[in-house]
């Protein structure tokens, strides 16, 4: 789970309790949208709410609680955030051996050494994770670090057959992958195509057109037929590679073999694949606005200097940006004028349930409840009124309307005395 409340952390895992071994809690998550969402890698600094949402769970759940962290620069810090873990009533702790910082391009190596130095001072069991790409670096992070066990992301992706310690054809892997997504529907397409794009990696590099049809099939049925072409064409290559030992693009098996995927080093910035600065191609109008742009962007990020590049005149400073008062229930910008001091979502919330309104906001609760009430009892009153005058209709005595058949009949005496 990734969560950032305890008590709907708990209600979660309490819905999951009886159908799992464990309750996992994400806390290792660099990604945006967990930034955004403020939850994964983004609360290793708010030890309190961590310390209560594990506490909770470990008194309510009926089964373990465990967690998964990434690591501080500091050994010291890191192995007291695993120690307070522990203490709040983690029962298993995972440790991925990079920083917050440490992804994308810059994933670059884990620290065994901030895995060891928690393995030493914690009593429950540890799990390492990172730089695990073949069997033989598992059973050396175990050596080296003494954990209990090992965990791999990116490497089983590519080849999930690591922890066997064999590399099959990625065609058999493929067909293993889609036998068990066809015996357990339903399966989101999008995500069996990121694991075939995951374990194909190398050999769609080669075979663009395979690609391209991946990208767009929109059945699983079309997806085996990308399967079995690709399956074909390996082969086929296989047949035609026999007795050659020389491998592509530095890779350490063909192509179509489960092999790891080894990220690129982010080139410097300003250098083209030739050596050359490429900061030289640059015209002198170009680098005079960047030139007129250094002093200010000092403190700002290479994203935030690239918007500035793009909209001069907008201000980037985080010290001049407006201050906007806060929510007093979930933080975000509160609106001027609420009458309840709210964001516009929580304000309708609060209108709602109480029937209430908020001109700042456009809510009419109030209004459009007063305004049917009215409309209810004008109704009810004509209905009343209703009912009590008299219905009309022939032979009637005291009907105001005369019979359509005696004022026909009058009318054509009229005419046959004339």
């Known amino acids: 789970f990734c969560a950032n409340d305890p008590e709907v952390f708990l209600q979660a895992a309490l819905l999951a309790q009886d159908y799992c071994d464990a309750i996992d809690l994400n806390l290792g998550c660099p990604q945006m949208i967990a930034k955004r969402g403020h939850y ?4 290793q600094d708010e030890w ?12 309510k759940l009926s089964v373990p609680i465990t967690c998964k962290i990434r690591v501080f620069k500091e050994v010291e810090k890191t192995v007291c955030y695993a120690q307070m873990l522990e203490k709040a ?5 995972t440790v991925h051996g990079r920083t917050k910082d440490q992804k994308g391009a810059l994933t670059g190596m884990a620290s065994w050494e901030h895995i060891g130095a928690v393995r030493r001072a914690v009593s429950i069991p540890v799990f390492a994770n990172g730089n695990i790409q073949h069997l033989s670096d598992v059973e050396r992070c175990i050596q080296e670090t003494g954990v209990q066990g090992v965990m791999s992301a990116e490497g089983n992706l590519h080849n999930p057959a690591l922890f066997e310690g064999r590399s099959p054809p990625v065609w058999e892997m493929a067909e293993e992958y889609l036998e068990v997504v066809n015996q357990h529907p339903p399966c989101s397409l999008s995500y069996v195509r990121a694991h075939l794009f995951k374990l194909w990696h190398h050999t769609l590099q080669i075979h663009q057109d395979l690609r391209e049809e991946l990208a ?9 037929e990308v399967s079995r072409h690709l399956k074909q064409r390996c082969q086929e290559e ?10 592509e693009g530095g890779l350490p098996f063909p192509h179509w073999i489960c092999q790891p995927y080894v990220r690129p080093v982010p080139k410097q910035p300003g250098v083209n694949s030739t050596g050359q600065n490429s900061e030289g191609k640059k015209t002198g109008s170009q680098k005079r606005a960047l030139e007129d742009l250094d002093e200010a962007a000092d403190n700002l990020s290479k994203n935030q200097q690239k918007k500035r590049s793009r909209n001069p005149h907008k201000n980037f400073c985080p010290e001049q940006k407006p201050k906007y008062l806060k929510c007093e229930q979930c933080g975000n910008p509160k609106g001027n004028k609420c009458v309840f001091n709210l964001c516009r979502g929580c304000c309708k919330k609060k209108a709602f349930k109480e029937v209430a309104d908020c001109p700042s906001h456009g809510l009419r609760f109030k209004t459009k409840a007063e305004r049917w009430k009215a409309e209810k009892d004008g109704q009810m009153e004509g209905k009343v009124s209703e009912s009590l005058v008299p219905k009309s209709g022939k032979g009637s005595c005291n009907s105001s309307q005369p019979d359509p058949f005696t004022v026909h009949n009058s009318e054509c005496l009229e005419e046959s005395k004339d």
């Open 238 to 247: 296989m047949a035609k590679a026999q007795g050659v030992e020389e491998k």
């Open 89 to 93: 009533g983690c029962q298993l702790l």
């Open 216 to 224: 767009k099939v929109k059945t699983l049925q079309a997806l085996a």
């Open 40 to 43: 994964g890698v983004f609360l």
């Open 48 to 59: 309190d709410l961590l310390e209560r949402m594990v506490r909770q769970a470990n008194e």
